[in-house]
């Protein structure tokens, strides 16, 4: 999302300018171009060096500066920007935009940019409910300057409250947000995601290598563009995304209930959980001990197929499955798309290399009833996701 973008990154004077240098990491590692503006005072806390070094680019840091004016000038740097972040950001230059105030590089690059504008901003607690800064941020709110919350804790000042910068990732999520295009506004997306558990006893389960990151990417994807997501999850090691409902389930019923709940207020539903087909008969409410000799036999019986279940109910709502296969790819997902009766199914073939489960890439193939075939080449999940809602939407724009 955030590739070829090019983001002005200002970091103003604040203890958190430290944390500024990871989102700066963040930032590249999602493939954007950054350009850093720094105030006097955030040189005093970090070097420009370090943020030059890890941007591949000249820090501006002078309104006056014949070699930064001549190579690139306040006004190019903010026509360039499709993004202006700062982070963190204080309450003297969000002060000083909210007057009008331009008297430095920083204040002069926010003023002449039409790109928007997110505020991150880091300060004391108290300066932070001083109502002379509330003023001063409800009156840029109001002129369509975007703001992130501080977080709460202990802040450096050794006072406690609200003050800290955000985590640099979720300032990330908030940029994606930002340069996102809003096309799944009024869409309400049901993404399933991650694997099941089905209990054997209180100590073991049934499971498989599902991660959740592919159903979290779309998740994301969804949010950020627009989409207001519920987002129901099996199992994972993941955090759950901000911005988004999210519903923590176990078991494949439990799956089903809270999906079928949910499906009410669905208008597109995307089911990449790696659902169990199968439960044991009967859970053991203790631990089943090791017999002196033998073999234990589990008996299995099958789970409720949710996608199944949707398909037969799912009236004007946009249905995509996933179909994860290990041979067959092709024909194995055009049955399911069949008998499931979906609008589009994604296969993906687990045993390849750099797709399936548990890896942050995917190589996958889109079905739709109308016989065609799309084949896609190796790519992050996350990209996979925008591709995926991409052809939501082509379905919905065909008539859908
Ligand atoms: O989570 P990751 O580590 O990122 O891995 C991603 C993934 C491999 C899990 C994902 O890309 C994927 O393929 N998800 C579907 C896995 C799966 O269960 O496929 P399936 O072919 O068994 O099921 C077909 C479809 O029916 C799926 O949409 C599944 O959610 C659904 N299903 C299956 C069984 C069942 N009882 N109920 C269902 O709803």
């Known amino acids: 999302m955030l590739k070829g973008k090019k983001i002005v990154l200002g970091v103003c004077g604040g203890i958190a300018a430290y944390k500024s240098v990871e989102l700066l990491r963040l930032y590249v590692k999602a493939g954007a171009e950054v350009f850093v503006v720094m105030t006097r005072s955030a040189m005093e806390f970090v070097a420009p060096l370090?943020?030059?070094?890890?941007?591949?680019?000249?820090?501006?840091?002078?309104?006056?500066?014949?070699?930064?004016?001549?190579?690139?000038?306040?006004?190019?740097?903010?026509?360039?920007?499709?993004?202006?972040?700062?982070?963190?950001?204080?309450?003297?230059?969000?002060?000083?935009?909210?007057?009008?105030?331009?008297?430095?590089?920083?204040?002069?690059?926010?003023?002449?940019?039409?790109?928007?504008?997110?505020?991150?901003?880091?300060?004391?607690?108290?300066?932070?409910?001083?109502?002379?800064?509330?003023?001063?941020?409800?009156?840029?709110?109001?002129?369509?300057?975007?703001?992130?919350e501080p977080d709460s804790g202990?802040?450096?000042?050794g006072w406690e409250g609200k003050g800290k910068l955000p985590d640099p990732q979720r300032i990330l999520e908030e940029t994606r947000r930002l340069l996102s295009p809003q096309d799944l506004k009024g869409e309400t997306v049901l993404v399933t995601a991650g694997p099941t558990r089905e209990k054997i006893d209180p100590v073991r389960f049934l499971s498989n290598f599902s991660s959740g990151k592919m159903g979290y990417a779309v998740a994301r994807a969804g949010r950020d563009r627009g989409a207001r997501v519920i987002l129901i999850s099996g199992p994972t090691a993941l955090e759950p995304p901000a911005g988004v409902e999210f519903i923590p389930v176990s078991s494949a019923l439990e799956m089903r209930d809270k999906a079928l709940e949910a499906l009410q207020d669905?208008?597109?539903?995307?089911?990449?959980?790696?659902?169990?087909?199968?439960?044991p008969a009967e859970t053991a409410d203790r631990k089943i001990k090791k017999e002196k000799k033998g073999d234990l036999v589990l008996q299995l019986v099958r789970n409720p197929d949710i996608l199944a279940?949707?398909?037969?109910?799912?009236?004007?709502?946009?249905l995509v499955g996933f179909a994860a296969e290990t041979g067959d790819l092709q024909s194995y997902a055009q049955s399911k798309l069949e008998r499931k009766n979906?609008?589009?199914?994604?296969?993906?073939?687990?045993?390849?290399?750099?797709?399936?489960?548990?890896?942050?890439?995917?190589?996958?193939?889109?079905?739709?009833?109308?016989?065609?075939?799309?084949?896609?080449?190796?790519?992050?999940?996350?990209e996979v996701a925008q591709r995926l809602l991409d052809k939501v939407l082509e379905i919905r724009r065909a008539g859908k």
């Open 50 to 148: 370090t943020f030059q070094t890890l941007s591949g680019s000249p820090v501006h840091t002078d309104l006056f500066n014949l070699y930064q004016e001549r190579e690139i000038g306040h006004i190019s740097l903010a026509d360039r920007a499709d993004l202006f972040v700062i982070a963190p950001a204080t309450a003297n230059v969000i002060g000083k935009t909210a007057s009008g105030i331009s008297d430095d590089l920083m204040t002069t690059t926010i003023m002449a940019t039409r790109a928007p504008v997110l505020f991150v901003p880091s300060m004391n607690v108290n300066m932070w409910e001083n109502p002379i800064y509330q003023r001063n941020e409800t009156r840029l709110k109001e002129s369509g300057y975007h703001f992130m």
């Open 154 to 157: 202990f802040l450096a000042c």
């Open 266 to 279: 669905a208008t597109v539903i995307i089911k990449s959980a790696a659902v169990a087909d199968y439960r």
């Open 309 to 318: 279940e949707m398909g037969a109910v799912k009236g004007g709502r946009i």
């Open 342 to 382: 979906l609008d589009l199914i994604v296969a993906n073939d687990v045993t390849l290399e750099g797709a399936g489960f548990d890896v942050d890439t995917n190589i996958v193939h889109f079905l739709t009833p109308d016989g065609r075939v799309e084949d896609l080449p190796r790519m992050t999940k996350d």
